[in-house]
């Protein structure tokens, strides 16, 4: 079976799956979906005790479908190898009753890996497919982790750039540091005078921009994705979910056909909804639940129906979910139309325009898999905390999100359905804010006598992304006004 890809707006039809990974955004702004949603060849009792490559063969295949079994096989070779720090690639941790996903093991310590190890081999594979002359150039806002992530996977890739865009004082040190030291003559780092939406819009707003896609045509250049809004991001999450589940019944946790849940902490809702893919490929999943931190727009969204960004954009300590414009949301809005394009441009065009858009109760009842929580910086702090002194176990503050909100809803519906956590990043990379919580003791000005400090409780030996950055050269010193996004992207590629 040939899936094609299409836009959510409607502006594009019949795109392949390498073109669309190519392009990373319709030309119409929409988001590029495929045609149908694909269901598993295996059974889930078959795929327990294969490997994540052979996992993530199995689900690949079935959304790529112009791409060869050679190619496909090629990419997941090169993806997913010594890059991680195990085989495993995505264990499951089991503390205080649920399971953490530890998505946090390839090279830059944040779930971001899981997908942009691969994409560059995605991209350089599609652009040869294609014929694609031109130098792709890799336009990417970060809210944190996907700069790093997708620096360390196209750094020195031939035929490829990449530019990051992240909010100058809207991330953490580490994560700071990880850009700004990042090596690679193709590699550029802007930290913007704004907050991540600010930082998306404006990429969003240089795709849109036809005249300086021509005008960078004429040079040689053809933009292109690394956030999530790719689909070449979105497959790869997928597979991690139908790991979760076949290794769970590999490991006798549950019995076959056992219905899960999953608690995903999201920021641009592309990590829950790869959830919900695997869901429609034929896993087992009830109930996913969507836990947001201060910035509660999906938690109020969930509740009531209506998408409201007109608020307070709050910098928090799970930073890399500081976000109020989540991008994925449109693809699921445009599921919940029964595919109506029409209907889902005019949301969004609303949502541009007046800041809000209200879905209808038919749209409402079609997201009824989905339930929204939110944590408080106190609560994420707690949870870290609690699940810290009764099992010794320590997780970053995105995922502390994620616990906290798992708690809630197992109080508040009762419901004790065995839940899979996503584990979204290293602690390590956020081990200021983790100390704070799991340690009443004043804390040292530098951050790397934190990090020693948390290597101490923890138990847990510090990831090699942390000790390159200990003394690593800063080699990007960019900044610029929102505004001026176009014109700093101009003069890097020096056109
Ligand atoms: C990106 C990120 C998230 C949010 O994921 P989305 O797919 O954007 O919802 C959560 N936690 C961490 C650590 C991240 O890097």
Request: with cysteine.
């Amino acid at each position: 079976m040939r899936i094609s890809y299409q836009s959510t707006r409607g502006g594009e039809q019949g795109v392949t799956a390498s073109q669309a990974i190519l392009k990373g955004l319709a030309c119409d702004g929409g988001l590029f979906m495929p045609t149908e949603l694909p269901k598993l060849d295996l059974t889930m009792k078959e795929l327990a005790g294969k490997t994540y490559q052979e996992t993530a063969y199995e689900v690949m295949k079935l959304f790529l479908t112009d791409f060869t079994e050679e190619e496909l096989k090629y990419c997941i070779e090169k993806a997913y190898d010594s890059k991680f720090d195990t085989e495993t690639i995505a264990p499951l941790v089991k503390a205080d009753g649920a399971y953490y996903l530890e998505l946090f093991h390839g090279s830059t310590i944040a779930f971001k890996d899981m997908a942009l190890s691969i994409l560059p081999y995605f991209m350089t594979t599609a652009a040869k497919k294609n014929h694609a002359d031109k130098e792709i150039v890799i336009l990417t806002a970060t809210s944190g982790d996907t700069g790093k992530a997708a620096m360390a996977g196209f750094a020195d890739v031939p035929g490829t750039r990449i530019i990051v865009f992240y909010p100058k004082d809207g991330v953490s040190r580490v994560q700071e540091l990880q850009m700004v030291t990042q090596k690679g003559d193709n590699t550029s780092v802007v930290a913007i005078h704004g907050n991540f939406d600010d930082a998306q819009t404006g990429v969003k707003r240089i795709f849109a921009d036809k005249e300086f896609g021509a005008e960078l045509a004429d040079h040689g250049f053809q933009f292109s994705s690394a956030n999530s809004i790719n689909i070449g991001r979105l497959v790869p999450q997928v597979v991690y979910y139908v790991y979760a589940y076949a290794s769970l019944l590999a490991n006798e946790e549950i019995k076959d056909g056992e219905e899960i849940n999953v608690t995903v902490p999201t920021g641009n809702f592309g990590n829950i909804l790869a959830a919900y893919f695997a869901k429609q490929l034929g896993v087992p999943i009830k109930k996913l639940i969507c836990a947001s931190n201060d910035n509660k727009v999906l938690y109020d969204f969930f509740q009531t129906g209506t998408y409201d960004r007109q608020r307070d954009f709050i910098l928090t300590t799970s930073p890399s979910m500081d976000i109020l414009i989540s991008s994925n949301l449109e693809r699921l809005l445009y599921l919940s139309t029964g595919c109506d394009a029409e209907q889902t441009a005019k949301l969004m065009n609303q949502l541009g325009t007046e800041g809000h858009y209200t879905v209808t109760p038919e749209m409402k009842a079609k997201m009824a898999d989905f339930c929204g929580g939110f944590a408080t910086e106190a609560e994420d702090a707690a949870a870290i905390r609690e699940l810290y002194d009764e099992t010794g176990y320590v997780i970053d503050t995105h995922t502390g999100v994620a616990s906290a909100v798992y708690q809630q809803y197992k109080k508040n519906t009762g419901d004790e359905t065995k839940t899979v956590i996503a584990s979204t990043a290293s602690p390590y990379k956020f081990s200021r804010s983790v100390m704070e919580a799991i340690s009443d003791e004043k804390l040292p000005e530098d951050e790397f006598a934190v990090i020693d400090e948390l290597c101490r409780v923890s138990g847990v030996e510090i990831p090699k992304a942390v000790e390159e950055i200990r003394n690593a050269q800063i080699r990007h010193k960019l900044e610029c006004d929102v505004q001026d996004m176009k014109k700093t992207v101009a003069k890097i590629l020096g056109i």
